[in-house]
């Protein structure tokens, strides 16, 4: 009996813990199993009937729903986005407002968190629940808010301008009477419009996160580098802004996959898809599915394209991200 009580002891003894360290533990992946077919429902299946409608000619409801056949045409519709004169017109407006748009999140949202950084605990969060509000706000609700205040008869822009004097106003801007003036009529001036509405309402997320970021830089860092002679400016680049770079890392991807798929704020303030001077990736591919007569086989082709346009940008820039830590 005694040695058989030592054997199993000896047995068990056997048994930790590298044995148990070497086996996998398969509860955590148990756990993520509803997570991951929330996300094959909700996201992966309606994605790939996209794909799927992105190799058929669908230009009637009755073929949605499965009442006709389904035209095969292969890579048709590709070929025919891709050689289209206005498709580059259009990827053009998306770049260039992307980066613009990028550009003054990230500057003016990580402004606003340093500012935070520095206020103190009551006034900070005071200015922080302010600045949330922008962020709280649907889109749909604050693009509203943005074209009353753009309107041409009551909207406050242009009874700003019509308070102005009447010589100032006409040296300056050509005309004394702002009452009718179309601010979304002009595309530039649409496209400042557009921006200023997805920056205000994007910054707060920006300006939250880099101040969480600096909550976590040491004090001692920051303090040695103004001992030693540096400004601001400096203990920024030098010190706080190497430590918070995989919080910007992340925060840029985020604002290029949001600004390159703005859809609502457009929507509203160009009042529909008339408007193809100022079209963008998102708008282009609805106007082209929705618009009559509908094309849904070239609406799903558009937004595949701009799919692997945002997966390309944000495996490129994980990498620089990750092969920057690592030469760290």
Known sequence: MTTLTEATGTSAARETPAR???????????????????IAVLLLWPLGQVVMMSFYK???????????????????NYTQILGDPFFRTVLRNTVLFALANVALTMILGTLVGLLLNRLGRKMATFVASCVMLAWATPALTGTIV???IFDDTSGLVTWLFNKLPDGLSTTLFGRSDWTGYGWFNDPLLFFAILTLVVVW????????????GLKSVPSELQEAARVDGAGPWRVFWSVTFPMLRPVFGI???LSTIW???VFTQQFVLAGGTQDRTTFMLSIYSYAEAFSPPPKYGLGSAIAVILTLILLV???????MVLRQEDEA
């Open 20 to 38: 148990r360290r070497r086996r996998p533990d398969r509860l955590p992946y148990l756990l993520l199993l509803p997570c991951l077919a929330i």
């Open 58 to 76: 669908l230009d009637s409801v009755r073929q949605l729903r499965g009442d006709r056949e389904w035209p095969w045409v292969g890579l048709a």
């Open 146 to 148: 943005w074209k009353w």
């Open 201 to 212: 309402h994007s910054f707060p997320f920006i300006a939250v996160s880099v101040l969480a």
């Open 251 to 253: 925060l840029v991807v």
């Open 259 to 261: 600004d390159f798929k």
């Open 313 to 319: 940008v944000t495996a490129v820039y994980v990498r």
